[in-house]
């Protein structure tokens, strides 16, 4: 293929002197319509390959397009994704800070409560174990100013020594011995309570043992109490023996007149509180 160069330095031998060689120039004209003819045609392979170069070209700018508003819209959804995990992880933590805060109140509330309660329980068992003991103290006391027989009381207590046993009477070889008839006594002779002697009126209701007399103090059955019930104390109509006066003297407690109540209060007839 010629060159610009090659046909601008082209030189033709002249014949004589004057004239170009025919031949020589249509053999170089041939060369120049060949060489335009291969350019020509190479021009338009050029020309094919940039329109498709230009399609090319163009359908990237789509693609660009495209894959930037695809990007764009993967980084919006992204943004718009973390914003709402963010949103929601704030909302669950401030829920769960609340309800931990609810939690912890409604513990220290009931902690508060069991605390008022335990101790409002142990000043009603102290209380209570006070004006129990305070009563049961003023039932000893009572039971210990009941004036008692003693003529009675001698009479239990020999009755309750052993006999001493009859001594026995010598006789002599010759004296035959008349033996004595034994008289049978019933085994609950003794214990009839028909036997005892009645007991006074000052032991009325008292626990007896099974002799008919009554216990000791420190025999005596140890108070019991309950919530649902409260001591009762019901006055009984003196007993008045046949042959006495209407008017008999009645025996006061050196403790004076008591009452019972529901909250265990021992009060006198002038007011004043025994504490």
Same mark, same amino acid.
């Given at each position: 293929?010629?060159?610009?160069?090659?046909?601008?330095?082209?030189?033709?031998?002249?014949?004589?002197?004057? @004239?170009?060689?025919?031949? $020589?120039?249509?053999?170089?004209?041939?060369?120049?319509?060949?060489?335009?003819?291969?350019?020509?045609?190479?021009?338009?392979?050029?020309?094919?390959?940039?329109?498709?170069?230009?399609? *090319?070209?163009?359908?990237?700018?789509?693609?660009?397009? &495209?894959?930037? !508003?695809?990007?764009?819209?993967?980084? *919006?959804?992204?943004? !718009?994704?973390?914003?709402?995990?963010?949103? *929601?992880?704030?909302?669950?933590?401030?829920?769960?800070?609340?309800?931990?805060?609810?939690?912890?109140?409604?513990? @220290?509330?009931?902690?508060?409560?069991?605390?008022?309660?335990?101790?409002?329980?142990?000043?009603? =068992?102290?209380?209570?174990? &006070?004006?129990?003991?305070?009563?049961?103290?003023?039932?000893?006391?009572?039971?210990?100013?009941?004036? =008692?027989?003693?003529?009675?009381?001698?009479?239990?207590?020999?009755?309750?020594?052993? @006999?001493?046993?009859?001594?026995?009477?010598?006789? %002599?070889?010759?004296?035959?011995?008349?033996?004595?008839?034994?008289?049978? =006594?019933?085994?609950?002779?003794?214990?009839?309570?028909?036997?005892?002697?009645?007991?006074?009126?000052?032991?009325? %209701?008292?626990?007896?043992?099974? $002799?008919?007399?009554?216990?000791?103090?420190?025999?005596?059955?140890?108070?019991?109490? !309950?919530?649902?019930?409260?001591?009762?104390?019901?006055?009984?109509?003196?007993?008045?023996?046949?042959?006495?006066?209407?008017?008999?003297? @009645?025996?006061? &407690?050196?403790?004076?007149?008591?009452?019972?109540?529901?909250?265990?209060?021992?009060?006198?007839?002038?007011?004043?509180?025994?504490?």
């Amino acid at each position: 293929m010629l060159n610009p160069n090659e046909i601008a330095n082209k030189r033709f031998d002249k014949v004589m002197g004057q @004239k170009y060689r025919a031949d $020589d120039v249509d053999n170089y004209l041939a060369q120049v319509a060949d060489s335009m003819n291969d350019l020509l045609e190479e021009k338009q392979e050029l020309e094919k390959k940039l329109i498709v170069l230009a399609d *090319k070209l163009e359908e990237y700018k789509d693609d660009e397009e &495209s894959l930037r !508003s695809a990007l764009l819209g993967a980084q *919006k959804l992204g943004d !718009s994704v973390v914003r709402d995990a963010k949103a *929601k992880a704030r909302d669950i933590l401030e829920d769960a800070e609340a309800r931990a805060n609810m939690i912890v109140e409604n513990a @220290k509330q009931e902690i508060e409560r069991q605390q008022a309660g335990f101790v409002r329980m142990q000043r009603e =068992v102290a209380t209570f174990k &006070s004006k129990l003991q305070l009563v049961y103290k003023q039932h000893l006391e009572l039971i210990a100013s009941i004036p =008692v027989d003693e003529n009675i009381v001698n009479a239990a207590m020999k009755k309750t020594q052993p @006999k001493p046993p009859a001594p026995e009477t010598p006789t %002599g070889p010759d004296e035959p011995s008349d033996p004595m008839p034994e008289q049978t =006594v019933p085994e609950d002779a003794g214990d009839s309570p028909a036997d005892l002697p009645e007991s006074p009126d000052g032991l009325a %209701g008292l626990p007896m043992e099974e $002799d008919g007399y009554p216990l000791a103090e420190d025999e005596l059955p140890p108070l019991t109490y !309950s919530e649902e019930e409260s001591f009762r104390y019901e006055e009984t109509e003196e007993y008045i023996p046949d042959g006495e006066p209407d008017e008999p003297a @009645k025996h006061e &407690s050196r403790f004076g007149p008591l009452k019972f109540g529901r909250e265990f209060d021992l009060k006198r007839n002038d007011g004043k509180h025994r504490r």
